[in-house]
């Protein structure tokens, strides 16, 4: 079972500012696999990309994603007030789901 | 647009049975392209991935929930439902219920609203 690290556990930036979250995997995990969420206060968590770098349906622009094998990346250019949230990577194993722990992006 | 609602208990007590139902409209749960799962999330942690089912009945569990955990579906009615069983505090969580694609990629999308359910006596 691959285990997912995310990095750092709290990002505090200011509105215009870019985000770079990082999500480790203890072991190589297929791109087609690796997605991330966003999850704002009282909310169920919302699908933001899928295959690693692929933006699910009405997902702005700013939100980007990258990476393989180990180390995946979620890029926000420049965040805006409703970016302020909590951030999830997800992958699917041989044991099936695993989420990271979260980063959460906080207003500086 | 598809969407999913989760019913049930907000409140069991320890040792009994979770139960709880995901009703999904606007797109039939007998797809072939979609898993069917639950999700939990205690109060101010993270995400933990319960199991899944597929139309036909396949089910695929979290290897450390997987004893008492059966999820199980009702195409009749377009639903499925997740029974965990012997609960303690440690089960108090939000839990949703999402759809899981299977066909190529692997992603939760939509999710419920959530239902908070709460182990006391």
């Known amino acids: 079972e691959s285990v997912l690290t995310q990095s750092p556990g709290t990002l505090s930036l200011s509105p215009g500012e870019r985000a770079t979250l990082s999500c480790r995997a203890s072991?190589?995990?297929?791109?087609?696999?690796l997605a991330w969420y966003q999850q704002k206060p009282g909310q169920a968590p919302r699908l933001l990309i899928y295959?690693?770098?692929r933006r699910a349906t009405g997902i702005p622009d700013r939100f980007g994603g990258s990476g393989s094998g180990t180390d995946f990346t979620l890029t926000i250019s420049r965040l805006e007030p409703e970016d302020f949230a909590v951030y999830y990577c997800?992958?699917?194993?041989?044991?099936?789901?695993?989420f990271g722990g979260g980063t959460k992006v906080e207003i500086k | 647009q598809l969407q999913l609602q989760e019913s049930g208990p907000g409140l069991v007590k320890p040792s009994e049975t979770l139960s709880l139902t995901c009703t999904v409209s606007?797109?039939?749960?007998?797809?072939?392209?979609?898993?069917w799962g639950w999700i939990r999330q205690p109060p101010g942690k993270g995400l933990e991935w319960i199991g899944s089912?597929?139309?036909?009945?396949?089910?695929h569990y979290n290897p450390s929930l997987k004893s008492r955990v059966t999820i199980s579906l009702d195409t009749s009615k377009n639903q499925f439902s997740l029974k965990v069983s012997s609960v303690t505090a440690a089960d108090t969580a939000v839990y949703y219920c999402?759809?899981?694609?299977?066909?190529?990629?692997?992603?939760?999308?939509?999710w419920g609203q959530g239902t908070l359910v709460t182990v006391s006596s």
């Open positions: 999402a759809r899981l694609r299977i066909l190529e990629w692997r992603n939760l999308d939509p």
């Open positions: 606007g797109g039939s749960i007998s797809s072939n392209n979609y898993y």
């Open positions: 089912i597929y139309y036909s009945g396949s089910t």
């Open positions: 072991q190589s995990v297929s791109s087609s696999y």
């Open positions: 295959g690693a770098s």
């Open positions: 997800q992958q699917y194993g041989s044991t099936g789901l695993t």
